[in-house]
């Protein structure tokens, strides 16, 4: 079992920015690449950014070169750096924790509410 713990959201306003951080405690060897994503209202959750346990990422083409995941996987935490937000950016974020190999769960956070309004 995995626990995942998300902390950072809040309301920024639009060109601001916010990091939001996600730590995993449990059995961590049970899993792999670490990320995130978003669900706005109405709309399906989609992915934001994902990182493996080496370091290869992956982005959502509408937050490329505004928004950066990093890992330290010493403290099992993923960050989420997001710059010149938009309103569209607007949405629930949930960290996210796929499974390694041999393993078959994927883990979810709570979510964590990230609102750009003037």
């Given amino acids: 079992q995995v626990h995942l713990v998300e902390s950072g959201g809040g309301l920024v306003q639009p060109g601001g920015s916010l990091r939001l951080s996600c730590a995993a405690s449990g059995s961590i060897v049970s899993i792999n690449s670490m990320g ?7 709309k399906q959750r ?6 493996t ?8 083409d509408s ?3 505004r928004f950066t995941i990093s890992r330290d996987n010493a403290k099992n935490t ?6 010149s937000l ?3 950016d607007t949405a629930v974020y949930y960290c996210n924790a796929g499974p390694a190999i041999g393993y078959s769960t994927n883990y979810w956070g709570q979510g964590t ?3 750009v309004s003037s």
């Fill in 113 to 115: 509410q990230v609102t």
């Fill in 86 to 88: 938009k309103p569209e």
């Fill in 63 to 65: 937050v490329k070169g």
């Fill in 46 to 51: 989609e992915l934001v950014a994902a990182i």
């Fill in 53 to 60: 346990r080496g370091g290869s990422t992956n982005y959502a």
């Fill in 78 to 83: 993923v960050y989420l750096r997001m710059n």
């Fill in 36 to 42: 995130w994503h978003r669900q706005a209202p109405g």
